[in-house]
């Protein structure tokens, strides 16, 4: 399925008209220790570029973007007992929410994983 | 229009470098601007930095403070024009924490007092040390000498173990453990004179330790070798501070608060609260009789969820606070809060509850510390 990224440091992997989105290992690692996390409710229309959930660290809180438009389907119910997973495996046990897109044409706007790498080794 | 006037007025500011700017950049430390000064805000973790000073021992650098001494005839008069504090109740080389207040009683710094054979030493907050050297100097009459230390470095080693890993290690004309809580002493470090007080801000038994600016790298290593310190950042002390219930300069305290409604009345000596006679007197003896409206108070947060500084606090309807300072307890394993709130919502055990972005955050109004202060009295 492909993944996309966006230069705020979140990922959407797409299957479908479904997209699951995180934080990259590069954003989990400036955050530093995640204690809690905000996350959307289903049904939740989102507009990209709107900041849905909010992730805690112990430093400051940080928003997270909606890289796409969607309605949130579903939200990782695991991270209330465990934000500290989007530390440990921010790229898959630690996904945030599902969203179904409303308009795929905005994923021509994202980087893939070759270019967001690129772009993490210019920051 | 204004704005913009003013930013032309004002020159660009270069972010200074500490003695210890490239030990930390070797050590991995993660550098950030803080007053005025790029310095490590984490290493390997706050969590983890701040687990490890709670349970062995941290080495913090502090060489942004400012380090001041004092002296001349007439010193101790002309310092308590200045500060509300009781040198006659300040025996030799303990340091006493005071303030330095503005015309209305406004808290302009907090401070530490140290009796030296000679004069004061004086150590200040980093953001506010140059307005707080200004401020002293058109206070104090001419025969007073404000010297500013800043060729000293400062480092803070915190932690149950900071003893047995500074023993090993210092030398002097007497042992380490001559010294308690708020006690200090002239010793050697690596061949370097080192002026040390057992104090700190973390809550924990520990060391501040002043030294020479060119031998801070060679001792930061000689204290980071032994087995029980690692070096701590900003993050983590600001996160130990908070737990040990103690304000930070520009957050928890400001020119808005007085030592009153600040609830800091022991930095405010006995003998100054019924003589007046510094600068600001008239409002805090003002604020001893009348009361404040607000009192700076400790909150504990149900849930996991953190409230910040900024954050409204309310008791149903009615706004009756302001968070200063608030984060996730590393300790306690949930989020904890300073705030100025109404005296009627003030006692340890009112039901408050915090805005957080429209969300209503649940919270208790506790005693501080929030953690047990575990210092060696």
Partial sequence: MPRYFTQDHEWIEVDGDTGTVGITDYAQGQLGDITFVELPEAGTAVKKGDAPCVVDSVKAASDVYAPVSGTVTDANSALADEPELVNSDPENGGWLFRLTLSDATELDGLMDKAAYDAYVAGL | ?377
Avoid at chain 2, 53 to 69: N, P, Y
Wanted: aromatic share 8%; glycine share 10%; net charge negative.
């Fill in chain 2, 1 to 377: 229009m204004s704005e913009a006037d003013d930013q032309t007025e004002d020159q660009p500011i270069e972010t200074l470098t500490l003695p210890l700017d490239a030990w930390h950049r070797a050590k991995g430390g993660r550098m950030v601007e803080f007053a005025g000064y790029w310095m490590p805000v984490q290493y390997e973790g706050i969590m983890a930095e701040h687990l490890w000073t709670r349970e062995s021992a941290g080495l913090f650098d502090v060489s942004h403070m400012g380090q001041l001494f004092i002296s001349g005839e007439g010193v101790e008069a002309a310092l308590e024009a200045v500060l509300p504090i009781d040198l006659s109740t300040l025996k030799p080389f303990g340091p006493r924490y005071s303030m330095l207040l503005d015309e209305q009683g406004g808290i302009l710094d907090d401070l530490m007092v140290t009796r030296w054979s000679s004069g004061f030493y004086l150590v200040v907050n980093g953001a506010t040390k140059w307005d707080d050297i200004a401020h002293l100097r058109e206070h104090l009459p001419d025969e007073i000498t404000l010297t500013h230390l800043d060729e000293s470095a400062l480092l803070a080693l915190q932690g149950p173990k900071a003893f047995a890993a500074l023993e090993r290690v210092v030398s002097g004309e007497y042992p380490l453990s001559a010294l308690t809580f708020m006690k200090g002493g002239q010793f050697k470090l690596a061949g370097a004179d080192a002026w040390i007080s057992r104090s700190g801000y973390t809550g924990e038994d520990g060391f501040e330790i002043s030294i020479p600016a060119e031998n801070a790298a060679e001792i930061a290593d000689l204290l980071c070798a032994q087995p029980e310190v690692k070096p701590i950042g900003l993050g983590a002390r600001d996160s130990l501070r908070l737990e040990a219930g103690l304000p930070l300069y520009g957050h928890d305290l400001s020119p808005d608060h007085s030592p009153v409604d600040a609830d800091l009345l022991f930095a405010v000596n006995k003998r100054r609260r019924s003589e007046g006679g510094f600068i600001g007197a008239e409002r805090v003896l003002r604020d001893l009789a009348d009361g404040t409206p607000q009192v700076r108070v400790g909150l504990a947060l149900d849930g996991r969820q953190a409230a910040r500084e900024g954050a409204e606090v309310y008791a149903g309807s009615d706004k009756v606070g302001v968070l200063t300072s608030g984060g996730f307890s590393p300790t306690l394993g949930h989020p904890i809060a300073m705030a100025y709130v109404n005296r009627a919502q003030a006692a340890a055990g009112t039901a408050l509850e915090i805005d957080v972005r429209g969300k209503r955050l649940a919270a208790t109004v506790v005693p501080m510390p929030f953690v047990p202060h575990r210092y060696h009295r």
